[in-house]
């Protein structure tokens, strides 16, 4: 056999090789991290119950309900809007495993944007996963994108036009859960996501909602809370506003 016929069948064999490696790791972040929900749990759900069309797709999420025996507010905690971004969702995670709740209902979603979690950013040199040593083994979570995996949406538009405002924004801002609300029943995967989140706040009458993120990589906004002008009265007795975290 010529020597170019023995070099081209193992640069062959080689790329196999390479794509298998590099196949198995993508699919290896389709599988979620796992929970362990708490006794406090009284209800679990998914986001597709309040908006069907998200059924079967990479967009349906965990919801998880805390039933407290005393009447008071509904409150909803959002984690893994950006699931590069990884306080915002373990903080999510650690209420589904500890909290107990008194009066009221608690509402936590620990993966909001779950096709987010389902790759990480090329060139970014992110890891895939991440190792948290606890008293009862390692824990592993997913390290995942800013934005919802072009797999399950794409193409990127050259020029993102958010709905209703029509603010233009960069075209990738279209896989941006934290850009996409209101969201829009017939929109991208992202807006439905959006949409559905919303649905939720209104059918189950939330009266307050947190949106837990991070400051992200080489990103140095840290202690810092986004409020709406009408709420800034809230926002005026947070432990952050006061000074009383640093
Ligand atoms: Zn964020």
Partial sequence: MKNSKIRAIVILFFSVFLAAVAGRDFLRMRQPEPIYPGQGISEKKMLSDYFSPLRGTNGDTEVYFFEGENPGATVLILGGTHPNEPAGFITAICLIERAQVQAGRLIVIPRANNSAFSHNDPQEANPQRFFIPTPHGMRWFRFGSRNTNPIDQWPDPEVYRHFPSGQKLSGGETRNLNRSYPGKP?????????????????????????????????????????????????????????GAIN
């Fill in 186 to 242: 017939d929109g991208s995967l992202t807006e439905k996501v959006a949409f559905a989140i919303m649905e939720l706040l209104r059918k189950e009458k939330v009266d307050l909602a947190f949106d837990l993120h991070e400051a992200s990589l080489e990103y140095p906004v840290i202690n810092a809370i986004v409020a709406h002008n009408r709420r800034r009265n809230i926002f005026a007795v947070s432990p952050i506003a006061n």
